[in-house]
Nanobody, 120 residues
Framework: QVQLVESGGGLVQAGESLRLSCEASGSTSSITVMAWYRQASGRQRELVAVVNNDGTTNYADSVKGRFAIDRDKAKNTVNLQMNTLKPEDTAVYYC??????????????WGQGTQVTVSS
């Protein structure tokens, strides 16, 4: 089992920055991928950024050049630095982890979500 707890959401104005953090606990050594997703009101949840165990990252086109994901394995955290925020970035942001549990397969874990609101 893996537990994820996000922090760092809030209300900001367009152009400002926010940093989201997610702390993992439990079977953290089994985590293979960590990511941030978001879900705006009335829309489907979408991938924002992902970091693999080898450190490679990928971003949604809409956030490339503005957002940066980083993972600290020693602290069991994954962070999302969000710069030059836009009103369309407004959403609930969710931390995600994929874990491989030996003998049981892969499992998906989600945090409870943190609200990010960007005013124009």
């Amino acid at each position: 089992q893996v537990q994820l707890v996000e922090s760092g959401g809030g209300l900001v104005q367009a152009g400002e920055s926010l940093r989201l953090s997610c702390e993992a606990s439990g079977s953290t050594s089994s985590i293979t991928v960590m990511a941030w997703y978001r879900q705006a009101s009335g829309r489907q949840r979408e991938l924002v950024a992902v970091v693999n165990n080898d450190g490679t990252t990928n971003y949604a086109d809409s956030v490339k050049g503005r957002f940066a994901i980083d993972r600290d394995k020693a602290k069991n955290t994954v962070n999302l630095q969000m710069n030059t925020l836009k009103p369309e970035d407004t959403a609930v942001y969710y931390c995600y982890a994929k874990a491989f549990l030996r003998g049981r397969g892969t499992y998906d874990y989600w945090g409870q979500g943190t609200q990010v609101t960007v005013s124009s």
